[in-house]
């Protein structure tokens, strides 16, 4: 029995570590955690204003960005009683469908599949564009605020073409990775038997109550790990849980369905974003007027890597309490469970698929 | 017109083969490099009558979007009380609202994020720093994305601004109420406002200086030099245009409005084009006799 | 070109525009921490994105080996060339064990070229990526000021104003050396070189600026990434063409 720490690359910001004990070249218990220095959103917005809530959430971790600044807008909106007007959402929704296709493309890229990389770099020029028209910039965007979206008018054309335009590129690569990933298989033995939670949509109904969030030194049992984590692991209904396109697309065979679920999520985001921008009126009303007062309010959203939560304590234009609670600190309870009794060089093309970044780990 | 047209397309040849012998109407040391100079204005009255000088630029602008050249154009609407404000226009129709000049700020540059965010191409008029501006952009976009959609940069002359607030008193001191403001002009040296009641106001060009926006002191482009074309009044007879075409894109858009009988010309000679020149010169040398002239950074190892 | 990217403390966004843009022109990135890579990489230019906290020595020995290892050094993005967003996280309220301690990444190396952002568009990349193979010192000259220590910089006296932009290093002598508009706006505000183009407004990455005929700062907004003031046709001259 030997001890190992592995830094895993897994492509996405900051340091993710595997802790892992290993007989005969198998892995029999392992704890996966993060090193990187936090950016510490939670005391960072403390006495700022709502606002700059957001954009420091969409500056965590760029996999996320849009949907990360979706969550906060929507816990300030939820603290303040505001009502969004429906084509907001619906905006909102197509935005969150365009960050999910970029982030899923950006991991296939990154993946240890053989995928086409211009095919990927077409979808995710389609998920530019359309994070550009409904989120006025293609990254981190800044169009979301506290009561809609700040636009004048829904470019709704210029979504739907891009959103169209791609399609048949993502059902390419949906084929592709299908593939890709059942060879894959075929080296790699693994079984995932994890608890899972997320539906296919935009918002989840998680709330604080379901999640327990615990601190490194009560989660972590292997010393090497306790060491090096910088980061709080959460459970939802006080187990390891997987969240994010595997728990949403039921695919939770084998890790490296991950990317399968991520494969069809693109093209499933792509239609959604076609279908809502084609019912939306581009002249329709996307912001209401946000009176600041105090509150305090949750939401969670189903965050490209999984279902992101996000509450807010409000005192009149100041943010008087936060938390965040990432796919990847749900992820990160489960990703140990994942690695145990599969073969010790396989624990990082695993863990890459399960799409854990240090970054949003820490926060 | 036909010999105006031959005359455009005579022109072209000469740039393509190099074999520039003939005199060159303006001298591109003043005025930027261009192609060919015009004189050019709409041939829909409605346009002129709306226009500033010949409605050329609405008239251009317009022809762009008809012709699916570009989707959207930036320009300036006028607010209530001549407060100019940017405006993306997609509907030919809308550009006339968009026609004459306001005489104070209008920051069309900051609508440009907008439109390439909504449309595939995009054009802009502007005063010539945002046509620097957006020329800047296109080569360090730090944070625009898609500036190559920017697919035409109509330049408008300009001596200066004014800021809003000292537009009115401007207007004040010349004892005329910005509600009975029928037009104004900068005209034949003179700011020339004209009252609803059909009296005519003017103030000479030289006493505006106080009253104008302190960046333009040290602004040294007259004719907008970095646009893909520049439109002005000085040197044109009245309710026409100076067409200064610079780029090949401005050019076939330019062939292609005459040809379709949105623009009629005139042969440049009957205008007066020393001034253009003229104009152009006293702006870079102006900078010299500017208060910025001395103006020195602060630092804190050197004594003020 | 070869190409290598070390990220630090960062969103990853600079890297993902950085990697698009290379897949675009035809770079090779033979060596990113990203992708697991360490020791010194075989590279034509190393870009850094992010910030660094001071004290994680294994960060800063990181950052050595790589820099030395290559002879052009880019700092990619406002977190590593002048704090950006990260820099919020220095002087807060109550900072607590973390913070007071990051820096950007341009604090602890010396830096080629920076090229400001939140994150720099994929376009923007791609022509600096241009202007470093034609090796084209016009165009490079703005990444190259904004990269330096100007701190160091003298006026050149009695400097007077000949042209409609301020040479770089003079508006950096007189800002407070943060380089964005939030946090002075009196360098082209106040010293009257604003002409109200609103390019500010359009090129800021968190919409925090909104023009009344001058650029106005929405103070919660901004993150201080200072793309307001590259972008500013005032800031600094281009060359034409
Ligand atoms: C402040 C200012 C100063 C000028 N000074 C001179 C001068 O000294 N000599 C000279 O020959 N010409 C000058 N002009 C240009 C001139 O007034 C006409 O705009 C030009 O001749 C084009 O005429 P037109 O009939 O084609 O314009 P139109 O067809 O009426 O179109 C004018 C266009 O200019 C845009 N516009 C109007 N006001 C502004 C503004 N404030 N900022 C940005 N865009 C605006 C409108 O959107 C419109 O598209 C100046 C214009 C302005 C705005
Ligand atoms: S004079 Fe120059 S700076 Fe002033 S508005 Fe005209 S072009 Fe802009
Ligand atoms: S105003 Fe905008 S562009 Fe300027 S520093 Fe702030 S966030 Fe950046
Ligand atoms: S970009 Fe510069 S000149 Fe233009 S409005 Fe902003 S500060 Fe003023």
Redesign the pocket.
Known sequence: MEIKTVRIPTGTPGDIHAVMEVSDGVIVNAEVCSSTTPLAWETLVLEKHPEFAIVAAERVCAGCDASAGLAVAEAIENALEVQVPDAATEAREALNAANTVRSHATSLLKSDLDLDADALYTVIKAAKKVLHALGRKPDHPPAITPGGLELETIPTAKVENAAKEALETAEKIKDDTASAVDDLKDEIQAEMNVETYGEPGYKADLTPDDVEIVPPDEFYRMKSALELANNHVALVDGNPTLVGPQARKNLTDHPLDAYTAKAEEIVESLEKIAETSENLDPNADVKTDVEYTSGEGHAAVEAPEGTLLVTIKLRNDRVDEALMVTPSNVKAAVAGRVLKDLEEEHAPTVIKALGLSGRCLTH | MRKILRKLVGKEEETETGTDGGERPLDPELVGEYRTVLLTRATDERVREAGQDGGTTTALLAHALDEGHVDAVVAAVKKNGWKPEPRIITDPDELIEAAGSKYSISPNVSLLNEALAAHESVAIVGTPCQITAVRKAQKYPY?LPDTDAVALTVGIFCTENFEYDNLLALLKDMNVDIDDVERMDISKGKFIVLTKDGEEHTVPVKELGRYSNEACEYCTDFTAEEADVSVGSVGAPDGWNVLIVRTETAEELVQSAVENDVLETKDPEEGNLNLVEKLSEDKKTRIQASKCATWRPYHPNVPL | MKIAVLSLMACGACARNLEEACHETGHEIVWSSLDGDTGKPDADVLFIDGAVDFTDHETLEKLQETTSAVGTVVSLGSCAATGGFERHVIGMRDPDRYHFTVFPAAKFTDTDYAITG?PPTTDAIAAFLQALDERDEEALRPYKVLSGDYHALKPDLPAPVTGPELPVEDVLLTSNKDL????DLDVIEKDLFCVGCGT?ST????M??VMDEKPV?RQE?????????ASCPRSFKTTRG
């Open positions: 944070g | 939140c964005c508009l939030g946090c500010c090129a800021c990455p968190a925090a600026i700062i907004r901004c993150i201080r990434c200072g793309t307001c003031f």
